[in-house]
């Protein structure tokens, strides 16, 4: 009898809303066929932040701080993050609807392993 864990339905999970992520942003792309209005200004600047988040924490940035700072800034800082992420989502998909797919699909894919991360951290 093989038995499901959750690790393995948290990544299916993930793995799913990328997918979507990548697929639908084309179509969407393609129906529309014109040219619409560029993403604003702190749309790039919270996509590069939820993105130079990612990259600090993949390459363990927060393992060269000590630990009580490290503690104290990593769940705060991807909870806001994810919260702008969403907003930006929102606001754009009204303006750029091929901009803001991704966006949802990178904020919740991070909002889903916050939420992943910190309950591995309390076990």
Same mark, same amino acid.
């Given at each position: 009898?093989?038995?499901?864990?959750?690790?393995?339905?948290?990544?299916?999970?993930? !793995?799913?809303?990328?997918?979507?992520?990548?697929?639908?942003?084309?179509?969407?792309?393609?129906?529309?066929?014109?040219?619409?209005?560029?993403?604003?200004?702190?749309?790039?600047?919270?996509?590069?932040?939820?993105?130079?988040?990612?990259? +600090? +924490?993949?390459?363990?940035?927060?393992?060269?701080?000590?630990?009580?700072?490290?503690?104290?800034?990593?769940?705060?800082?991807?909870?806001?993050?994810?919260?702008?992420?969403?907003?930006?989502?929102?606001?754009?998909?009204?303006?750029?609807?091929? +901009?803001?797919?991704?966006?949802?699909?990178?904020?919740?894919?991070?909002?889903?392993?916050?939420? +992943?991360?910190? !309950?591995?951290?309390?076990?």
């Amino acid at each position: 009898m093989f038995i499901i864990g959750f690790s393995i339905i948290f990544l299916m999970i993930l !793995g799913i809303i990328a997918i979507f992520t990548l697929i639908i942003t084309p179509f969407i792309a393609v129906r529309k066929n014109e040219i619409g209005k560029s993403p604003r200004k702190i749309s790039y600047l919270i996509i590069g932040l939820l993105v130079l988040h990612w990259l +600090f +924490f993949l390459t363990n940035g927060y393992a060269l701080l000590p630990t009580n700072i490290a503690d104290a800034i990593f769940m705060p800082v991807w909870l806001v993050l994810c919260v702008a992420g969403l907003f930006i989502a929102i606001f754009e998909f009204k303006n750029n609807k091929s +901009f803001a797919v991704p966006v949802a699909g990178l904020t919740t894919i991070s909002l889903l392993f916050s939420i +992943f991360i910190n !309950g591995i951290s309390n076990m």
